[in-house]
């Protein structure tokens, strides 16, 4: 079993539909999560951090986190082409690392 | 967060030689790491780079493949020797920030390709 693990994709949606980004993780004892944009040739941006279990809203963005169930997802409201990339979910480890998952990539329809 | 310059941005090498890529960092960091991304996949840790000891390699990396070096609390360099088309990949390099030093910042990255 994969440290952390993420829809295979790829998915596509529908400009202004939402995008729902799932993804598991290993270590039960794990207390921080990332979710990382990288579009094509492009390096990955940090696009929001989460914490706590519950739902963070940035914008167009949630992270959500279930530590019980080891799950954490990001949903993408209203969205758009320029949404279209690759996403990493990343599950910090100790002294500075984070483990990253293999990525989901969404295309989003005009 | 810090802003991370890297360089080359790409680079087409010829078997059996060596590059060394550069990455510099605005502000002073304890950590620096050098991450590969090979095509269509995600990100592997290659090593942790302090600054005043030697470097810390995760497990399928080798000092004698790639050298690092870290001389001072901005500046890092990975350097990818002997190379093979197998080391064809994005090198990213990294600092941590923000709560607790756990995320991560990524420089531009420096697609490399052996032929």
């Known amino acids: 079993q994969k440290e952390v693990e993420q829809n295979s994709g790829p998915l596509s949606v529908p400009e202004g539909a939402i995008a729902s980004l799932n993804c598991t993780y290993s270590d039960r004892g794990s207390q921080s999560f990332f979710w990382y944009r990288q579009y094509s040739g492009k390096s990955p941006e940090l696009i929001m951090s989460?914490?706590?279990?519950g739902d963070k809203e940035d914008g167009r963005f949630t992270a959500q986190l279930n530590k019980a169930s080891q799950y954490v997802s990001l949903l993408i409201r209203d969205s758009q082409p320029s949404d279209s990339a690759t996403y990493l979910c990343a599950v910090y480890a100790n002294a500075g690392k984070s483990t990253f998952g293999d990525g989901t990539t969404l295309t989003v329809k005009p | 967060s810090a802003v991370i310059s890297q360089k080359p941005s790409r680079d087409i090498c010829q078997r059996g030689t060596s590059l060394t890529i550069q990455c510099q960092v605005d502000s002073q960091v304890t950590m620096m790491f050098w991450y590969r991304q090979q095509p269509g996949q995600s990100l592997t840790l290659i090593a942790t780079a302090n600054q005043g000891s030697e470097a810390t390699y995760e497990s399928g990396f080798v000092i004698d493949k790639f050298p690092i070096s870290r001389p001072n609390l901005t500046f890092s360099t990975l350097t990818v020797s002997n190379m093979s088309p197998e080391d064809s990949s994005i090198y990213l390099c990294?600092?941590?920030?923000?709560?607790?030093?756990?995320?991560?910042?990524f420089g531009q990255g420096t697609r490399l390709t052996v032929v």
């Open positions: 990294s600092v941590v920030w923000g709560r607790a030093n756990t995320e991560a910042f």
């Open positions: 989460i914490y706590s279990n």
